[in-house]
């Protein structure tokens, strides 16, 4: 460290743990580099002197999860951090790597996963993708924060076992890349707030192994000195207030001066860090490109009864996003595009230059009134009825997924369930394009059309990416980060709370692990996605390295005539044991880009962790000997390839506190 503590009076000090502003840190009286921070994750988003920054929209971090490319997340971050260097920032706030528990959640569109192997893969590529350029990253928001009902208040109570095995993976494993700072969550843990419980920065410093500054959520903190004590490093934003309360503290005697400079020693050690010269390598263009690479191999292809890619003469394109997209949720995540997004419609022009594409201008919201619908869906249904094929852009938007609110419902809204409905009366051939930023319910209609591509939040770009997806000139290769279940009505995960507390009662069964265990059908399972390309699944090898350590290796190939990318998933299963487990778990996955009649060898390699449970009686990582299938699939539900392994270990061995 080359600032020497010792130079700073008591105030400045107190300055550098409560933030210097809206988005900096102190400098204390200038003796210190301003830190600047901006939000992420989907792009810079801050504000100069009462002015939006403009800056790549990049697609949310649920069309990345749907990726299932790390190097595309590690190109997010690189993309971002590129414009952060532009905009002076030193630090950017993400990603976050919270697990969707409520498919209702109002922020899931910011999050990764269900999964915490998936969410933790993609959220260490992510940083190690910003932090490459000497940009910061804060990783958050930890823990438990995964809905926004009563945010500020409710506390989220949740056992040891599921907080080990689903809640922290995510970031353990993002802490590998070594964020600059973790930011905790607005959330009590357990009772206690998230910014003052010192049993999870213990966990988190400790047991995860970060060694940056947590800082906390913008106002999360309740009294800075309680925080203080909980070993929160900094409170941000700046407030009056919790320089008082912090004072205060040192009056009573409930802190030290020494609570106050393990914290300063690791804000100036950060401030070094961030002091230092930054240079772009990619110009603004490149950057929207990057933005469509990201977004190209996002979308979802949910459906096709030999629909897609299309090649129709009169293709009819309507719905609210038929011209521009939705480009990003509601919230703090918001980024304002440099340059307006593309149109689907033009786009799809380009794309299929020999076909007739037309738009209706029917109403662009569903907030019209019906005696204009009337009129319009007549002009609808008579287009719809005289074209080939018809493409319709539906989905949720502002005021539906945002921070601060969780959502209603999983169903579009009636209209465009109506419009849906309607023109597949008319029309054999619909082509339903989703615009959302996580789980939709597409029961009421998904029997009555021939195609469904999930568009997501997918950034400025996004719309270039679905008009080559449904021309073919991008073979779709995205699969489900979140599962799709039927509908929510038997969902133990849309109950919010009751102000006070929720809590967590099925445990580890989140996600996949709970549709699995119940047997509750899902409309598309968690990992699945199609192509255009047909892939086959072979030669499943599984070779001890020592007991309890395996090589897995298996074969894709591709047997179609399109150049494809296939996503493949390894799961574990435990047959027989002496706690609940799941019927099977995420371990690792590989997408791989596989040319059309090419047979490619994907390999892994399984630890000891990977066959472990988190033993509340031991509270440590427990491998119970015994019988174990390795499973290789296109889809949590598409098991391709099976092989059983017996593990064996010496009993002294089958625990440990770190795995
Ligand atoms: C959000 C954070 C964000 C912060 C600063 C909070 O409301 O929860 O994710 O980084 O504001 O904008």
Redesign the pocket.
């Known amino acids: 460290m080359k600032y020497d503590i010792k130079n700073l009076t008591l105030d400045e000090k107190i300055s550098l743990v409560t933030g210097g502003g809206s988005f900096t840190l102190s400098t204390a009286n200038g003796k210190l580099k301003e830190v600047i921070m901006a939000?992420g994750p989907h792009g810079v988003r801050a504000c100069r002197e009462g002015i939006d920054v403009k800056a790549t929209a990049m697609p949310s971090l649920f069309n990345v999860a749907n990726t299932w490319n790390t190097e595309l997340s590690k190109l997010q971050g690189e993309t971002i951090a590129e414009d952060c260097i532009d905009n002076n920032i030193d630090i950017l706030?993400a990603p976050?790597t919270n697990i969707k528990r409520n498919p209702l959640g109002g922020r899931n569109f910011e999050y990764f996963s269900e999964d915490p192997i998936l969410s933790g893969a993609m959220a260490r590529s992510y940083i190690e993708g910003v932090q490459s350029k000497g940009v910061g990253t804060?990783l958050?928001?930890y823990c438990l924060n995964n809905y926004e009902f009563e945010r500020l208040v409710q506390s989220t109570n949740c056992d040891e076992r599921a907080i080990h095995e689903i809640y922290l993976p995510a970031f353990e494993e993002a802490v590998k890349a070594k964020p600059y700072t973790v930011?905790c969550a607005?959330n009590m843990i357990n009772g206690v707030y998230a910014t003052e419980n010192k049993k999870y920065f213990d966990i988190l410093r400790n047991e995860l192994g970060f060694d940056g500054v947590i800082i906390s959520?913008?106002g999360a903190t309740q009294n800075s000195a309680r925080a203080l004590k909980g070993t929160l490093d900094v409170r941000m934003p700046y407030s009056t207030k919790a320089k008082n309360e912090i004072k205060a503290g040192l009056e009573q005697g409930y802190i030290t001066e020494d609570d106050i400079d393990r914290a300063v020693l690791k804000v100036i050690e950060l401030i070094e860090k961030c002091d230092v010269e930054r240079k772009t390598s990619t110009t603004v263009e490149q950057r929207h490109e990057s933005a469509f690479d990201i977004a190209s191999e996002s979308i979802v292809l949910l459906k096709n009864d030999d629909i897609l890619p299309l090649n129709a003469k009169n293709i009819l394109l309507d719905g609210r996003y038929k011209h521009e997209p939705i480009v990003n949720g509601d919230?703090?995540s918001d980024v304002t595009p440099v340059n307006p997004p593309c149109k689907l419609s033009d786009e799809l022009k380009k794309e299929l230059p020999n076909s007739n594409v037309f738009c209706t201008n029917l109403i662009e919201s569903p907030h019209v009134k019906k005696r204009e619908i009337s009129a319009f869906y007549k002009y609808v249904y008579e287009n719809a009825y005289s074209s080939d094929v018809v493409v319709l852009t539906v989905g949720t938007g502002w005021g539906i997924e945002g921070?601060g609110y969780d959502r209603d419902g999983a169903k579009l809204s009636t209209y465009e369930e109506d419009l849906i409905l309607n023109t597949a009366k008319v029309n054999e051939n619909v082509v339903v394009v989703i615009y959302a930023g996580s789980y939709v319910d597409v029961s009421s209609w998904i029997d009555k059309v021939k195609g469904v591509v999930l568009a997501g939040y997918g950034g400025e770009e996004i719309q270039r990416a679905v008009a080559k997806v449904l021309s073919g000139s991008v073979n779709p290769s995205g699969k489900l980060s979140q599962t799709f279940p039927k509908n929510l009505n038997n969902s133990p995960f849309t109950y919010r709370g009751n102000g006070h507390y929720i809590e967590y009662k099925e445990g580890i069964f989140v996600g996949y692990r709970y549709y699995e265990k119940y047997n509750e059908e899902v409309e598309f399972p968690f990992g699945f996605g199609l192509s255009y390309s047909q892939f086959e699944y072979s030669n499943l090898k599984v070779e001890k390295i020592e007991e309890g350590e395996y090589n897995v290796s298996y074969n894709v190939k591709n047997v179609s005539s399109v150049d494809g990318k296939e996503v493949s998933q390894l799961y574990v299963k435990d047959v027989f044991c002496h706690v609940e487990r799941p019927e099977k778990e995420l371990k690792a996955f590989s997408k791989n880009l596989i040319k059309a009649g090419e047979e490619i060898t994907v390999t892994h390699k399984l630890t000891k962790r990977d066959f472990s449970y988190y033993s509340t009686a031991l509270n440590g990582w427990y491998l119970e000997n015994g019988d174990f299938e390795i499973l290789v699939g296109a889809s949590c539900t598409d098991i391709k390839l099976k092989a059983k392994i017996k593990i064996e270990l010496p009993f002294e061995t089958q625990y440990s506190k770190y795995l």
Do not use: A, C, P
Request: aromatic letters at 16%; zero cysteines.
């Open positions: 939000d706030l976050g804060s958050k928001h930011m607005y959520d913008w919230g703090s921070e």
